[in-house]
Each structure stands twice: as structure tokens, then as C-alpha cells.
């Protein structure tokens, strides 16, 4: 059983900054990459940072999605947590934040999807 768990989300003004975080858990074999989601009111969700690893413990680099670029970071401090460092937040950045895995795990290789954590950029 894998869980995903996502935290950090909250209100915040514009210009302001925000570190999300998430955590999988449980019997993880090979971790081949973790992302950020986020899906805004009546909108799709939407890509907002990958990290791939191609299953091996050395970072191959990450992927934004333009709207984010070079405001929002990614990191990681393992093969299976991924941080997403926000700044200069805007409020079309509001929106429920998924934490993505796509993992081989006890039950071969599936996507795991973590609960959701709302960011709300406003003043």
C-alpha cells in the first residue's frame, strides 16, 4: 500500500511565497518520478512541475510549466518526497495543489495521486 501526502497550503497575498510539500509512503521499490498538479475552480487540472529520476537515486532535472517558470521550484531530499518552493504567487495561482507518483511498488507500477491542498492567493 502506498500513500501520498501532500501539506503546506494555505492563503497567502500576492507577491507572497509558499513551500508545499509531500511525502510517499509504504512499500516503494522504484521511484521513477514525482510531480505537482494543480487544478484551478472549472478548469483542468494542470501540470505545474515534474522531477524525474528514471529510477535511479540521481536527479535527471525537472520540468515546469511555462506560467511558473522561474517562480516556482522544486527539490527534493530524497527519491520519494518533492517540495514545491512558490514565489511571487499570483492569484491565477490559485487552486488545489496534487502531489503525483509514478512508482513500481508491491503492486508493480502504478500512479498514485495524494488528497489535494488548497492555495489561495489573494490580498
Known amino acids: 500500500q502506498v500513500h501520498v501526502v501532500e501539506s503546506g497550503g494555505g492563503l497567502v497575498q500576492p507577491g507572497g511565497s509558499l513551500r508545499l510539500s509531500c511525502v510517499a509512503s509504504g512499500t516503494i521499490f522504484v521511484m521513477y518520478s514525482m510531480a505537482w498538479y494543480r ?3 472549472g478548469k483542468q487540472r494542470e501540470l505545474v512541475a515534474v522531477h ?3 529510477g535511479t537515486a540521481v536527479a535527471s532535472g525537472a520540468n515546469y510549466a511555462d506560467s511558473v ?3 516556482f ?3 527534493r531530499d530524497n527519491p520519494n518526497t518533492l517540495d514545491l518552493q512558490m514565489n511571487s504567487l ?3 495561482d490559485t487552486a488545489v495543489y496534487y502531489c503525483h507518483a ?3 511498488g508491491a503492486e508493480g507500477v502504478r ?7 488548497q492555495v489561495t492567493v489573494s490580498s
Do not use: I
Not at 111 to 117: A, L, R
Open 90 to 92: 499570483k492569484p491565477e
Open 111 to 117: 500512479e498514485y495521486w495524494g488528497q489535494g491542498t
Open 69 to 71: 517558470l522561474g517562480r
Open 73 to 75: 521550484t522544486v527539490s
Open 39 to 41: 487544478q484551478a475552480p
Open 52 to 54: 524525474n529520476t528514471g
Open 102 to 104: 509514478q512508482l513500481r
